[in-house]
């Protein structure tokens, strides 16, 4: 399979839409941007062996590449509407390309998402998704808005990617649960929550690097401290049937990379007001802390103040960060 046949064989999945004026086959895309909205953009690249396991399945990556994006624009508030996928394939290998493709549809079908073109090279494995959204630019869910006195608050269950990656690590059968695989393979941006938030939320981040280093790059932003009750972080079940430990969990759950959970805080009454919505829409949505004046992080356990871990989120380039 050569390089034009594999670009045939994306753009047989492709279907049209309106706002898509010119997709895949001439020198660029013409996107129709909904009128006085902001177009929201932001890039991923994934990396085997750096962003998933060598042997994740080949749907397994093709969701994740998407998800991942997908996850960046709901920190946002923004509605996705179109990618554009960056392959670097070392063999063309039609197996895996359609299993890649089988993924990566599911979910852009699912979102309403359109692959609008791309770039296709031999090389080693490297997969770069950018993703196009919109947003009314004062809707936005800027990591600079937090204020002091509001709730922070995280979606989903923390940590359960990161605990599936320790038990394929340690290869402990004993730990291995599906439930926690899948959140590291198929992570589930939370778009639908997000669009709620946009315009009520102050700020907001999605938690890819860790609780700790992501909650960080928020209040830091924000020029604002916040404290964190390290009890009321939101755990599945599977979490605490394979990390029984207390400590290694709430370590996994602060510094685990992979959550793709949406962190975010808003007012008092804006977090009473979106309970009874969440509870219509199936939402999970956690209180797990406060924004504060006073700078820096303040975690406590059952009300006593305990140490952060040294460590705080996962850094590409090996450093704390
Ligand atoms: P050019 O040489 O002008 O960059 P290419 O041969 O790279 O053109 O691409 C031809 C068309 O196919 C373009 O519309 C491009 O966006 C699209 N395309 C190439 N690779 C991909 C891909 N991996 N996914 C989606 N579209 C792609
Ligand atoms: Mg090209």
Not at 252 to 269: H, I, R
Request: a negative charge.
């Amino acid at each position: 399979m050569g390089e034009f046949d594999l670009i045939a064989r994306i753009r047989e999945r492709c279907t049209s839409r309106r706002d898509v004026l010119l997709g895949i086959g001439d020198d660029a895309a013409l996107l129709q941007v909904p009128p006085c909205q902001a177009l929201c953009v932001s890039m991923d690249t994934l990396i085997a062996g750096v962003h998933f396991p060598y042997e994740t399945a080949a749907s397994d990556v093709g969701w994740k590449a998407l998800a991942v994006n997908l996850s960046d624009l709901a920190a946002m508030g923004a509605k996705p509407l179109w990618a554009t996928l960056a392959l670097s394939l070392p063999t063309p290998d039609e197996r895996w390309l359609e299993g890649f493709l089988d993924g990566f549809f599911e979910l852009a079908e699912r979102e309403g998402v359109a692959l609008v073109g791309g770039d296709t090279t031999r090389g080693p494995m490297s997969i770069t998704v950018t993703i196009h959204g919109a947003v009314l630019p004062e809707h936005a869910l800027r990591r600079d808005a937090a204020r002091v006195g509001d709730v922070i608050a995280v979606s989903g269950t923390l940590g359960d990617a990161a605990a599936g990656l320790r038990a394929l690590q340690q290869s402990s059968a004993a730990h291995q649960r599906p439930e926690l695989r899948v959140r590291l393979d198929r992570p589930t941006p939370r778009l639908a929550l997000a669009r709620h938030l946009a315009g009520r939320a102050h700020a907001a981040i999605d938690v890819s690097d860790g609780l700790l280093a992501d909650l960080g790059h928020v209040l830091v932003a924000s020029r604002v401290g916040a404290s964190l009750q390290l009890d009321a972080l939101p755990t599945s079940q599977a979490m605490r049937q394979s990390v029984p430990d207390a400590v290694e969990r709430h370590s996994l759950q602060c510094e685990g990379g992979d959550d793709y959970e949406l962190l975010f805080t808003l007012s008092e009454a804006e977090w009473l007001s979106l309970q009874p919505e969440a509870e219509r829409q199936g939402w999970q949505v956690t209180a797990i802390g406060r924004v504060e004046a006073a700078t820096g992080l303040r975690l406590s356990l059952a009300g006593h103040p305990v140490d952060p871990p040294t460590r705080t989120g996962w850094d590409h380039f090996g450093a704390a960060s």
